[in-house]
Structures are given as C-alpha cells and as structure tokens.
C-alpha cells in the first residue's frame, strides 16, 4: 500500500514537472548527471522497501 502511496505522490510531482526542477537540483549537488528514471526507481525501491518492512511487521504481531 505504502508504494501506491509513494507513486501516487511522484505522479503529481511529475504533473506539475517538480520531478524535473528535482533531478537537476540533484545533479548540481552530485556533480553527476542521472536521469529521471534512476530517481524514480529509487522511488519505487523505497517504496517496495518499507512495504515489505510493514508486512513483515504485521505479520509477525
């Protein structure tokens, strides 16, 4: 549920081109450049990451 949640907050950052404005703020303080799609991956991945964490959690209450 969480990384619905955490798409969901990326779609609406993506309709308003904030994701954009991010990427290349990020790229300035990284001295790399990487592209949108390495930080929504990480999106998704922390996302996925803290569903698993919660269910395991559930499960083990």
Do not use: C, Q
Request: glycine share 10%; hydrophobic share 60%.
């Amino acid at each position: 549920m969480m990384t619905l949640g955490f798409m969901f907050v990326a779609g609406i950052l993506h309709m308003f081109n904030v994701d954009e404005v991010v990427v290349e703020g990020l790229n300035e303080l990284t001295g790399k450049r990487l592209s949108a799609a390495v930080y929504w991956l990480t999106f998704l991945v922390v996302g996925l990451g803290l569903d698993i964490i919660a269910t395991l959690v559930n499960v083990f209450n």
